[in-house]
């Protein structure tokens, strides 16, 4: 069974950084693309940044660029998101997602259950 | 930046009626959309890929069609585990891989 679970959510101050995690089980996850996708409370989903299997390419929204930093550690069949100058319009629950198989297969199926960061002074 | 747009934004169905929800593409997409079902408190779930292409376990109820700029999901009986927000979503031009707003499907 493929399986994702993130940590390392939490709450912090604008401006703190936080690193999530998604552990990933149930496939062979270093030819797997992974992304990131958040939901801000009562909102829809957008999507935050993308790696590819190998892990030479990464792909970021505007929203997050400069400040977010995705890699993967494929010994470890994980995936980060280190987040930097947290700001209040970050905060969401924050889902990994494995992409379809393939290229150009970028649709997500499964997704974790999910992280909670809450960006608040 | 490819803007998807779906409609209606809430749908209020009786159970065992049909539900159609449509989602706009700002600029043509080919078939490379995705549809997800999310219920309170859970993360999504992939229900169409291709546009048409029922992912594993989905049930034949929920169909998918469309190419270009236009889409419909459709539930053809709606049970009572099928009211949730859907979300459609598009890979062709990328990044960002962008979402539509959400149709919530609500009992009537």
């Known amino acids: 069974e493929v399986q994702l679970l993130e940590s390392g959510g939490g709450l912090v101050q604008p401006g703190e950084s936080l690193r999530l995690s998604c552990a990933a089980s149930g496939f062979t996850f270093s030819n797997s693309a992974m992304s990131w996708v958040r939901q801000a409370p009562g909102k829809g989903l957008e999507w935050v940044s993308a790696?590819?299997?190998?892990?030479?390419?990464?792909y970021y929204a505007d929203s997050v660029k400069g400040r977010f930093t995705i890699s993967r550690d494929n010994s470890k069949n994980t995936v980060y998101l280190q987040m930097k100058s947290l700001r209040a319009e970050d905060t969401a629950v924050y889902y990994c997602?494995?992409?379809?198989?393939?290229?150009?297969?970028?649709?997500?199926?499964?997704w974790g259950q999910g992280t909670l960061v809450t960006v608040s002074s | 930046e490819v803007v998807m747009t779906q409609s209606p934004a809430t749908l209020s169905v009786s159970p065992g009626e049909r539900a159609t929800l449509s989602c706009r593409a700002s600029q043509s997409i080919s078939s490379d959309l995705a549809w997800y079902q999310q219920k309170p408190g859970q993360a999504p779930r992939l229900l169409i890929y291709g546009a048409s292409t029922r992912a594993t376990g989905i049930p034949a109820r929920f169909s998918g069609s469309g190419s270009g700029t236009e889409f419909t999901l459709t539930i053809s009986s709606l049970q009572s585990e099928d009211f949730a927000v859907y979300y459609c979503q598009q890979y062709d031009s990328w990044p960002p891989l962008t979402f539509g707003g959400g149709t919530k499907v609500e009992i009537k």
């Open positions: 790696n590819g299997g190998s892990g030479g390419s990464t």
């Open positions: 997602a494995k992409h379809g198989y393939g290229s150009g297969n970028n649709w997500f199926d499964p």
